[in-house]
């Protein structure tokens, strides 16, 4: 719904995402204070800005496959960690971190393509064990084979990285290239919801049957939605590997996977802008949880060593509880009905 007064008088501005001056003037704000934000933010808070980017494009990936394709996918982490691997050793022999970020979403993708080809045949609990065996044989394959490849369970480790010559080896390079990969996979991913993938994506999510008797191809449409998920988990993935300089096995976990699964509930879905929104409230919940925890261990000693960890187990269970009974539709959704409300204010209707 578009404030009153405003309206187009052709396709292409009916079709356009920024749609007013006002909804201009504050994506640019926003991009402002995201961009400047190293020069005065605090180098922790840089910290957490480059790994919430990280983690947005995972999760704008998992909101393709499973908000608008409908299909359950719990081994986004071990795609990600695919892509991990892939850039890693591009980046390894050479390669520029651009390229290798290219290089490990391909990679992620032709793995994560081949769970996609069984969602043809199944769906529902039976499809995300299938994910999640995709998670145990991603395991399965670092720890066993031979450690000269992928450097068994001590992972691979990279000196330095560059893009365009440009070093990568701080903080702020890291968060503005971050930061540029994360607007071109939006944009990407708007790109693609709003195209006939992506009509095709909501039509089998809805109703798969249907959508077959329409001549849309339920099988191909399915597996290119874990190709795309694949993809932009492949390049987050690549990403963690630019910022960390080094990537293992235990740092792609099922337990990751099921936050960006709670991400996603959190924003909403079905929405991109959810998954991003979803992707900071969570991060920002981790961090607090994180910096509050060891002041609780000081304060009470009884709580233990291991009270950070249960808190983290608290927090995630609490927070996929607490949205699926009250807010089922996410964040988004309730930010949507106060934006509507605010339009027609005073009227009731």
């Given at each position: 719904m578009d404030?009153?007064?405003?309206?187009?008088t052709n396709y292409a501005g009916d079709r356009s995402l920024i749609r007013t001056r006002k909804q201009w003037a504050f994506l640019i704000a926003f991009l402002v204070l995201f961009v400047t934000l190293p020069w005065w933010a605090s180098d922790r808070w840089v910290s957490i800005g480059y790994t919430t980017f990280i983690t947005a494009v995972a999760v704008i990936g998992l909101q393709i496959c499973t908000g608008y394709a409908g299909q359950i996918n719990l081994g986004q982490s071990a795609f990600m960690g695919v892509g991990a691997y892939g850039a890693a050793l591009a980046m390894g022999t050479g390669w520029d971190a651009l390229a290798a970020l290219v290089i490990g979403g391909m990679g992620a993708a032709t793995f994560g393509v081949l769970f996609g080809l069984t969602a043809s045949r199944i769906k529902g609990f039976y499809l995300a064990?299938?994910?999640?065996?995709?998670?145990?044989?991603?395991?399965?394959?670092?720890l066993n084979l031979p450690q000269s490849w992928l450097g068994g369970a001590g992972g691979l480790h990279l000196e330095s990285t560059s893009v365009f010559g440009i070093s990568l080896n701080n903080d702020r390079a890291i968060y503005w290239f971050s930061l540029a990969i994360l607007i071109a996979m939006t944009m990407g991913a708007f790109g693609i919801v709003r195209s006939r993938h992506g009509r095709s994506f909501e039509a089998?999510?809805?109703?798969?049957?249907?959508?077959?008797?329409?001549?849309?191809?339920?099988?191909?449409t399915k597996a290119r939605a874990f190709l795309v998920s694949s993809f932009y988990a492949g390049v987050a993935g690549g990403l963690w590997v630019v910022a960390l300089r080094h990537v293992s096995v235990e740092q792609f976990t099922l337990f990751n996977a099921i936050?960006?699964?709670?991400?996603?509930?959190?924003?909403?879905?079905g929405s991109i802008v959810g998954a991003l929104i979803g992707t900071a409230m969570i991060q920002l919940a981790r961090e607090g949880v994180t910096s509050l925890g060891p002041s609780f261990v000081q304060w009470v000693p009884a709580l233990g060593q291991d009270f950070v960890f249960a808190a983290m187990n608290v927090l995630l269970g609490a927070v996929i509880i607490l949205f699926l009974l009250f807010e089922p539709k996410g964040l988004m959704y309730r930010i949507e009905i106060t934006k509507k409300a605010f339009r027609i204010w005073p009227f009731p209707h």
């Open positions: 404030p009153s007064g405003v309206f187009f064990l299938t994910t999640i065996a995709a998670q145990a044989l991603f395991h399965f394959l670092v089998v999510r809805d109703d798969d049957v249907a959508a077959g008797m329409m001549g849309i191809p339920v099988a191909a936050w960006m699964i709670a991400m996603m509930i959190v924003g909403g879905l």
